[in-house]
């Protein structure tokens, strides 16, 4: 009042507001961004995991700062990081329990929410079996809090319906790793981008994706770079050679290279012979099947050219091969995945500084839920069907090994065709969006809305998913939990709480927890736990001796050294890049990796004269998959507020567009209207490209459920569709 009274009368100039200072960060800012304290942790959003610092004034997050000695990010961060703090505080987040009644929200306490969950799901299990449940999870947890979600899941509740949103971005490099090495599980490491002296990416558009990871590559000024991408991406234009490929001809292009190298006598026949099998039937399957005529037939590149790719790629001392989604989003990801470690492992380069083929992850801890979760394997890497693996684990947790399944349960997109069936009557959803980034979103909305109860388990709300829910649970985000993320190269780093939770909100830890208690079950899976750091030491004790063993990690030391990469035995010390199969030793039982021969199938969403232009998806700098968190921070949203569609000048003109019309893109399944039209030679003729961030002009209204029948990763690109203008108003005069 007599603040008010003072502005009225002039006398309140709002000195304190409006106070500037000079940081030695921020250099000159408001007063009221300067920290009191600096938090280290690493970033929350993708798997770069890059080192920062969260500045903290009176309680509340007021800037994000680089870590500026950290092994992976040297100091720097991209706009997301730079901005992440304004997350914690954006006005969606989630900060009460709340049930659904009569179509509205209201508020429950802690316990009611938690007595409804476990009332409702083991009324829906005891009808219709423990496997009517199905959980799919997210790559955003701190890993203590995947090995006690997968823990709880099919211990406690005792289904194994459990997988990850990582299904929808790295299950192909999953499966790809485990078909060629016996094991999931990046071999190299981001020191690899400056040792090597020819890189090749593949489908990875790091600039746009993973863009502190340019730094690495800009960083080897020697090394050849070739990136393999339909569009003329912001990595493209880094490279010294741009291969424009047709869209999903990677296959061709790898086996065309593969074919090259042997019939040049390229390849490393020594290595081959001590470390690999397969090595017959690939070559007599290149030799029938892929002349490099063909290649360059299904790729739309020069033969010469991917005979000079070949060439460079196998005479290179170091050659590094990297990719992200580009591959993975497809019905024949890890088969790509397998063509790809054919190529290291016919030439020996793998497991040496610059030699690896190396996925590059998605989100923070996709690599943490890949490791300890109980989705695609057994916690540590073991196999669900191996008896010895099962009796190891149950050995550990003092359990009869007849609890631990036998196979896996169903994938993601097979447990919302479970949900679509009537099969799946319950589901767990925690921290993701499926009714924005699940392909096909008619389908998916079907599924979804024939559940029997359904729970969202989320930072934020409302999302277009937890409107859905009939119960919400607040969560703790980034910033306001500790724990741990595993990164690309298989660095664990640190993760700390900064500030409290708003509201009510509470970290997944603790819900799981809460959960573990009303269950009847948290002293015989959780003795005496409180805090994450007893999951990671239980965690710790079950990875010892496996592929990702922590064993000689401490909190400690990870903070330390800015993270420390697996494997890290007890008593190992040594904190230089690390890589795996140094030795030429791999996880399958006679310890060979194998070669693949994989053909090129068509995709399954083809061209017709109806549906004439290829849909490619993907993702911009800016913001961060369905915009839940980066829709909230103004300087992000301001650069990139709505969806747009890229179209080649070629197709403009003969469809009579112009730059900024309004478009209506449509396929056999549905359509996404009034898209912003940007006219650009980035995409190809017979091209078109949208980001699929956008809840509001969702691309997967277009998409297709077609899945990768290996890893059942979905086929978001390469998409048929026609693109017309909307009605009105749009068209500019
Ligand atoms: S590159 Fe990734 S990890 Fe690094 S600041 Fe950006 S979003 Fe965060």
Known sequence: MMQGLGRLLGIDNLSEKYAYVDDPALGHTSARRTAERWVKTTCGYCSV??????GVRAGKPVAVRGWEDHPVSLGKLCPKGLSEHQTLAAPNRAIHPLRKRNGRFERVTWDQAIDQMVTEIRYIQALHGPDSFGVIGTGQLVTEEFYTLGKLVQLGFGTKN????????????????????????PPGAYDDFRAADVILLIGANIADNHPVLCQHLEGNREAFKIVADPRVTKTAMLADLHLALKPRSDIALLNGIARVLIDENLIDRAYIDQHTEGFDDLSAFLKKE????????????????????????????????AWTMGVNHST??????????????????????????????????AMGTRETGFASSLPGYRKFENAAHREELANIWGVPAARIPSARGLAYPDIIQAAADGQIKALWIIATNPVVSFPNKPQLERALSNLDFLVVQDGFHPTPTSELADLVLPAAIWGEKEGTYTNSERRVSKVNKAVEPPGEARSDFEVLLHLAT??????????????????????????????????????????????????????????????????????????????????????????TDEFPLVLNTGRTVEHWHTRTKTAQVAILERMAPNAWLEMNPSDAQRLGFRSHDRVNVTSRRGHVDRVELRITQIVAPGQVFMPFHFSETNVNEVTQDAFDPISREPNYKQCAVHVTLSDSPGRRP
């Open 518 to 607: 009303r269950l009847g079950c948290r002293q015989e899976l959780f003795p005496g736990w409180t805090e994450p750091k007893d999951a990671f030491e239980e965690w710790k004790r079950v990875s010892r001796g496996r592929l990702c063993d922590y064993s000689g990690m401490t909190y400690e030391l990870i903070e330390k050294h800015g993270g420390l990469q697996w494997p890290f035995p007890e008593s190992h010390t040594d904190v230089s890049p690390s890589r795996l199969y140094t030795d030429g030793h791999f996880e399958f039982d006679n310890g060979k990796a194998r070669l693949i021969a994989v053909d090129c199938q068509p995709f399954p969403d083809a061209p």
């Open 332 to 365: 024949q990801g890890a088969e790509t995945v397998n063509a790809i470690c054919n190529l290291s492992l016919l030439t020996g380069k793998l497991g040496q500084p610059g030699a690896s083929p190396f996925s590059i992850t998605g989100q923070c801890n």
């Open 49 to 54: 995991g890059c080192g920062m610092e969260i």
């Open 290 to 321: 892929w002349p490099v005529e063909r290649a360059a037939a299904v790729t739309g590149l020069a033969a010469d050219v991917i005979v000079h790719v070949a060439r460079v790629y196998g005479r290179a001392r170091a050659g590094f091969l």
């Open 162 to 185: 459990y997988d990850g949103n990582t299904t929808l971005c790295m299950a192909s490099a999953v499966s790809g790793y485990k078909r060629s090495f016996g094991c999931d599980g």
